[in-house]
């Protein structure tokens, strides 16, 4: 039986359906070269905002013609499409259900295909929310915050590394609450990211950790100190900002957030310094004003983050932000987004050209691309190297470039 392939989404849907295709592989499935041509074609969905869940529903039209014209016998929709509309779905397999995989989340996950490639592989601590924001349908999606046992997250993470991987991208909805749902037995230490991180030091071998998605609240002068000293980590915060206006936080239901938003990228660079700063802001909310928008602005370009994502809010059914009065129109809120992200643009293009000349190490994830430290996967820019250099990079290795040229959000660059 072979099973055909077509992930959407983020990471966590990645990783998910990583397991889920492991369980596949071993009771005998053989992955199709040719998605368009197998016995079970499987779409993994995405459904967090209107864009995304076009996107889904265009594949799964796709995939049920494919099915009508005799070139796939079965369509499994899977994700957070069919967790979010089961009615519309026969044949689904949401979040946390699969045919032959126990339902316990915290079960031992079987990582038996990576869609990432050999250097590097996601390791998803936690599934859910405990967040409430405005906009948001995740919780509704996904559910409430459950952690993963950390014995078995370890034992992912050191088959991870036995098999070559270079660097773990720690994932969840929100890492820093990891452990958060773990009952505390008295005269034990309490787990958390922190204890989970340091575990992770102790596993042998040449690797990275990096730690994706940080809400500014959370982040700790701990989880800081061992970003800052631990050999594994990688330097780099992802911490989703949304907004810096108090009006338009509190409005999103962030107002716990305003001191850590106002003071994250200062706080952040203090205690690690190199640090790379990225974060995603958006524009166009319930309640935005003129005033408030020029203050996200003005706070942007204080900031000075190395990298930024902006979008243009869509109401999202079931979510309180769905009914709030006060939305610019969409025309409003894309020609702001615009405006963030030529401020950013500004700020991108100098740093890059301050990098230029630098020998750094970078991690070989494909032929011929390379990621830096400051690097994320998936939403930052790449290195890229020539054909002869290409040709003797090896993939899941570290090696040492020179950054020579800036393309856009990507550098040019030449091993040393």
Not at 38 to 45: A, I
Not at 101 to 108: A, N, S
Not at 196 to 211: N, P
Not at 244 to 273: F, N
Request: with cysteine; hydrophobic share 40%.
């Amino acid at each position: 039986m072979t099973v055909g392939l077509v992930s959407l989404g983020c990471a966590k849907n990645a990783a998910d359906l990583e397991v889920r295709l492991g369980r596949m592989l071993s009771e005998g499935w053989t992955l199709s070269s040719t998605p368009d041509h197998c016995d079970t074609l499987v779409v993994n969905t995405c459904a967090f905002i209107e864009s995304a869940r076009k996107e889904a529903e265009r594949e799964i039209r796709r995939a049920l013609s494919l099915k009508r014209k005799g070139k796939v016998k079965r369509v499994v929709v899977a994700g957070c499409y069919p967790e979010r509309y089961p009615e519309r779905i026969s044949l689904f397999k949401g979040v946390d259900s699969w045919e032959g995989v126990p339902k316990k989340f915290g079960c031992q996950r079987i990582p038996g295909l990576r869609l990432s490639g050999k250097a590097f592989a996601y390791l998803k601590i936690a599934e859910g929310c405990a967040h409430r924001c405005a906009y948001c349908a995740i919780p509704a999606i996904r559910g409430k915050y459950r952690s993963r046992p950390m014995n078995a997250i370890l034992k992912e993470a050191r088959d991870f590394v036995r098999t070559g991987v270079r660097e773990l991208n720690i994932i969840a909805q929100d890492p820093m609450l990891y452990g958060v749902d773990f009952k505390h037995q008295p005269g034990k230490p309490k787990v958390n990211l922190v204890t989970l991180l340091k575990a992770l030091d102790r596993i042998r071998g040449d690797f990275v950790v990096r730690v994706l998605y940080s809400y500014p609240n959370e982040i700790t002068d701990k989880f800081l100190e061992w970003m800052r000293t631990s050999p594994k980590a990688v330097k780099y915060v992802d911490v989703p900002l949304q907004h810096t206006d108090p009006d338009v936080l509190r409005a999103m239901a962030r107002g716990s957030a305003i001191k850590a938003t106002q003071e994250a990228a200062e706080r952040i660079r203090a205690a690690v310094p190199g640090v790379t700063l990225r974060t995603t802001v958006m524009t166009g909310f319930p309640g935005e004003t003129a005033a408030s928008f020029a203050r996200m602005l003005s706070d942007v370009k204080r900031m000075q983050f190395d990298h930024l994502g902006v979008f243009a809010y869509s109401p999202e059914e079931g979510t309180p932000g769905a009914t709030m009065k006060g939305r610019p129109p969409m025309k409003v809120a894309q020609s702001r987004a615009l405006k963030i992200m030529a401020a950013q643009k500004k700020i991108w293009d100098k740093k890059a050209k301050s990098m230029l000349g630098a020998e750094l190490p970078a991690l070989v994830v494909s032929p011929g691309v390379a990621r830096l430290e400051s690097q994320a996967p998936d939403v930052d820019g790449v290195v890229r190297l020539d054909a002869d250099d290409a040709a003797i990079a090896p993939v899941g290795e570290f090696v040492l470039v020179r950054l020579v040229e800036v393309s856009d959000y990507d550098f040019i660059g030449e091993l040393v």
